[in-house]
């Protein structure tokens, strides 16, 4: 998906060299953003968001990992493949064109 991006360290816009906002893929982006947000952070879809400071404490990520599959396919995302080994979340789940 192309959208504005942002900035990874501040979640700023992203700007070029010459001040302009920066316009790219953001699949990667828009993940992480739902990764973060909680249910009704998003004023447009309060529904949307997985929270996932709420499971770093759990003991099995299936929870988590069900709740990932579920907000990605909502927001229109085709799952191949989420793992979370060795306390890292990999996510394979482009956005269905």
Do not use: C, W
């Not at 070029?16 to 947000?37: C, Y």
């Amino acid at each position: 998906m192309i959208d504005i991006l942002l900035d990874p360290a501040s979640n700023d816009l992203l700007l070029d060299a010459a001040g302009n906002v920066k316009i790219g893929n953001s699949d990667e982006q828009h993940q992480a953003l739902l990764l973060l947000f909680d249910k009704g952070s998003l004023k447009e879809n309060p529904d949307a968001g997985v929270g996932a400071f709420k499971y770093i404490e759990a003991e099995q990520p299936e929870e988590l990992l069900r709740e990932v599959r579920m907000q990605f396919t909502m927001d229109g995302m085709e799952i191949n493949q989420i793992v979370f080994e060795n306390n890292k979340l990999s996510i394979d789940a482009p956005y269905n064109e």
